[in-house]
């Protein structure tokens, strides 16, 4: 290997994400449905790159397959130049739904990713944890179940807890759009402020068009079904951005107008994979 | 869904009930409508466990059948435990097994007693089959029945934080499933607890069924209805007051209990 070590490298000289040629088939009875068609893309560290589409385009399925849940039919996904096969820590996901454990606590939860990294330091993990609520306001609530949060607050404790193991990748599905205006604006501040403090590499997935210019450096913009690559729309404001902004909603205005196109195929394609 | 109902006069109604239910008793027995040779009256049933109880004869054979139970019920949960993960796994285990569970299920706990008397004899060991095999099935299909309702999220979840394939059956897959199995548990008491009553009427000399079947021999009907309302106190005891409060405790942490009111 020519770089082991991706931090002593220059940042941006090699992507730390490669998707190519990528394709997903699913099969459906006799058929099989193409959700994702031939996708090339580079990805550097420290990007914070957001994938637009029409819903229901297979956006979420190129995120399942770079965390290593999903196996492409076609093509790969390289990690700092190794293909990825499964799940792995460095890659984490926030799922659509907050998807935290109701068996555990909140802390528990936000601790679950250290456990097997840091097998004999639970003093470690639990400071871990402790200073991961702390960043995300909820140290208040470190004992609490989970039922007891807040919508927003379970978002901000799956947050925590894809953050804890200190992933390269984060993985962002959708996770906001079940939230209302005030607290959606809450969290993509948060995100934002993580993003600026931390320097990870974030691949988010929407079909929010203020959601992708307020946070994202670079936007791709899908087909709908299957999803191929349409174009990209680099987004230069500084951070942090209000998605009030109107800097931000022109951006916003830009996607849309790359998107119109495709949402009028996606109405003869209601029902379409998820 | 029970409910708690403790406002006002609520409280008082289960206790005027079972009042109510005694009175009747009693007073079927004092105008003769059933003659008191035939069927005992509540006091006679009280009079004839003071008796049992100070003789000490009574709390032996509750010890023992409780003690049977214990041992009994815990190699039942090991078991129904362990198929139950391995049928909640993997899709040919679940299909093959489920069906021979479900028809075991439908066999009545005393079905299992001939078989292990011809197996085990008159030992204790016959006992503890007729409870293994009475409860099992249960907890079994329970486990497994949980596992498969796992939301599939959770698993993907603990994948990708890293959950190597060992851990993944105690730190995940049963404690998602816990709520379904824990439900399963309590039903495999009391059927193992039918079981163990029905195997003890034709194989001991102490228990809560050599009780009965003794109030039997010696034509003793008091006996027999105490030691059916003794058996029915203590399943009950330890059905709601054991497991019904480890499972409200869990619906408790798990936010179940609003969510269904």
């Given at each position: 290997m020519e770089a082991p070590n991706p931090e002593s490298s220059d940042s941006g000289a090699a992507p730390i994400l490669r998707l190519e040629n990528l394709s997903k088939d699913f099969a459906?009875?006799?058929?099989?449905l193409k959700a994702v068609e031939n996708i090339s893309l580079d990805i550097n560290k420290g990007e914070f790159v957001v994938f637009v589409g029409p819903s229901g385009c297979g956006k979420s399925s190129i995120l399942n397959m770079i965390a290593g849940l999903d196996q492409p039919s076609e093509g790969q996904i390289l990690v700092d130049g190794k293909p990825v096969r499964r799940p792995h820590p460095d890659r984490l996901?926030?799922?659509?739904?907050?998807a935290l454990f109701p068996w555990l606590n909140v802390i528990q939860n936000v601790a679950y990713g250290l456990r097997w990294k840091y097998r004999f330091k639970p003093r470690f993990r639990r400071n871990r944890a402790r200073e991961l609520l702390k960043m995300i306001h909820l140290e208040e609530f470190e004992k609490s179940r989970i039922h007891q949060l807040s919508g927003g607050m379970k978002q901000r404790a799956a947050l925590a807890r894809a953050l804890a193991p200190d992933p390269t990748i984060l993985l962002i599905d959708e996770p906001f759009p079940a939230l209302d205006a005030m607290t959606r604006q809450k969290l993509y501040s948060d995100l934002q402020e993580i993003f600026s403090a931390t320097h990870k590499t974030i691949v988010s997935v929407t079909h929010d068009t203020r959601e992708a210019a307020c946070l994202g450096d670079r936007i791709i913009i899908f087909t709908a079904r299957p999803a191929r690559f349409k174009s990209e729309i680099l987004i230069d404001l500084p951070r942090p951005r209000d998605p009030n902004d109107p800097r931000v909603a022109e951006f916003a205005q830009k996607i849309m107008g790359e998107l119109e196109g495709e949402l009028d195929n996606e109405k003869d394609r209601l029902n379409g994979l998820r | 869904?029970?409910?708690?109902?403790?406002?006002?006069?609520?409280?008082?109604?289960v206790p005027a009930f079972y009042l109510l239910l005694f009175?009747?008793?009693?007073?079927?027995?004092?105008?003769?409508?059933v003659p008191d040779y035939l069927f005992p009256s509540p006091f006679q049933v009280a009079r004839r466990l003071w008796e049992l109880g100070s003789e000490g004869r009574l709390w032996p054979s509750i010890q023992a059948t409780l003690v049977r139970m214990s041992i009994?019920?815990?190699?039942?949960?090991?078991l129904g435990l362990t198929i139950g993960l391995v049928m909640g796994l993997s899709t040919i285990a679940n299909k093959c097994m489920?069906?021979?569970?479900?028809?075991?299920q439908t066999l009545p706990t005393a079905a299992?007693?001939?078989?292990?008397?011809?197996?085990?004899?008159?030992?204790?060991?016959?006992?503890y089959f007729v409870i293994i095999m009475s409860a099992m099935p249960a907890v079994a299909i329970a486990t497994s029945d949980g596992i498969l309702q796992i939301p599939p999220i959770y698993l993907?979840?603990?994948?990708?934080?890293?959950?190597?394939?060992?851990a993944m059956p105690f730190r995940v897959v049963f404690p998602a499933a816990l709520p379904t199995i824990v439900t399963g548990i309590k039903l495999g008491w009391t059927l193992g607890w039918h079981g163990a009553v029905s195997a003890e009427l034709i194989k001991s000399s102490v228990g809560l069924g050599y009780l009965l079947l003794l109030g039997r021999e010696l034509n003793d009907a008091a006996q027999v209805v105490g030691i059916m309302i003794i058996t029915i106190l203590f399943g009950l005891l330890l059905d709601r007051f054991l497991f019904g409060l480890i499972e409200l405790g869990l619906r408790r942490r798990w936010g179940l209990v609003q969510a269904e009111q």
């Amino acid at each position: 290997m020519e770089a082991p070590n991706p931090e002593s490298s220059d940042s941006g000289a090699a992507p730390i994400l490669r998707l190519e040629n990528l394709s997903k088939d699913f099969a459906s009875g006799k058929e099989r449905l193409k959700a994702v068609e031939n996708i090339s893309l580079d990805i550097n560290k420290g990007e914070f790159v957001v994938f637009v589409g029409p819903s229901g385009c297979g956006k979420s399925s190129i995120l399942n397959m770079i965390a290593g849940l999903d196996q492409p039919s076609e093509g790969q996904i390289l990690v700092d130049g190794k293909p990825v096969r499964r799940p792995h820590p460095d890659r984490l996901m926030m799922f659509q739904e907050h998807a935290l454990f109701p068996w555990l606590n909140v802390i528990q939860n936000v601790a679950y990713g250290l456990r097997w990294k840091y097998r004999f330091k639970p003093r470690f993990r639990r400071n871990r944890a402790r200073e991961l609520l702390k960043m995300i306001h909820l140290e208040e609530f470190e004992k609490s179940r989970i039922h007891q949060l807040s919508g927003g607050m379970k978002q901000r404790a799956a947050l925590a807890r894809a953050l804890a193991p200190d992933p390269t990748i984060l993985l962002i599905d959708e996770p906001f759009p079940a939230l209302d205006a005030m607290t959606r604006q809450k969290l993509y501040s948060d995100l934002q402020e993580i993003f600026s403090a931390t320097h990870k590499t974030i691949v988010s997935v929407t079909h929010d068009t203020r959601e992708a210019a307020c946070l994202g450096d670079r936007i791709i913009i899908f087909t709908a079904r299957p999803a191929r690559f349409k174009s990209e729309i680099l987004i230069d404001l500084p951070r942090p951005r209000d998605p009030n902004d109107p800097r931000v909603a022109e951006f916003a205005q830009k996607i849309m107008g790359e998107l119109e196109g495709e949402l009028d195929n996606e109405k003869d394609r209601l029902n379409g994979l998820r | 869904m029970r409910k708690t109902a403790s406002t006002g006069y609520a409280k008082y109604y289960v206790p005027a009930f079972y009042l109510l239910l005694f009175t009747i008793w009693q007073l079927i027995i004092i105008f003769h409508i059933v003659p008191d040779y035939l069927f005992p009256s509540p006091f006679q049933v009280a009079r004839r466990l003071w008796e049992l109880g100070s003789e000490g004869r009574l709390w032996p054979s509750i010890q023992a059948t409780l003690v049977r139970m214990s041992i009994g019920y815990s190699i039942a949960l090991a078991l129904g435990l362990t198929i139950g993960l391995v049928m909640g796994l993997s899709t040919i285990a679940n299909k093959c097994m489920k069906s021979l569970f479900l028809g075991l299920q439908t066999l009545p706990t005393a079905a299992w007693v001939p078989i292990s008397l011809l197996l085990f004899g008159l030992s204790d060991h016959g006992i503890y089959f007729v409870i293994i095999m009475s409860a099992m099935p249960a907890v079994a299909i329970a486990t497994s029945d949980g596992i498969l309702q796992i939301p599939p999220i959770y698993l993907r979840a603990a994948r990708t934080l890293g959950t190597p394939s060992y851990a993944m059956p105690f730190r995940v897959v049963f404690p998602a499933a816990l709520p379904t199995i824990v439900t399963g548990i309590k039903l495999g008491w009391t059927l193992g607890w039918h079981g163990a009553v029905s195997a003890e009427l034709i194989k001991s000399s102490v228990g809560l069924g050599y009780l009965l079947l003794l109030g039997r021999e010696l034509n003793d009907a008091a006996q027999v209805v105490g030691i059916m309302i003794i058996t029915i106190l203590f399943g009950l005891l330890l059905d709601r007051f054991l497991f019904g409060l480890i499972e409200l405790g869990l619906r408790r942490r798990w936010g179940l209990v609003q969510a269904e009111q």
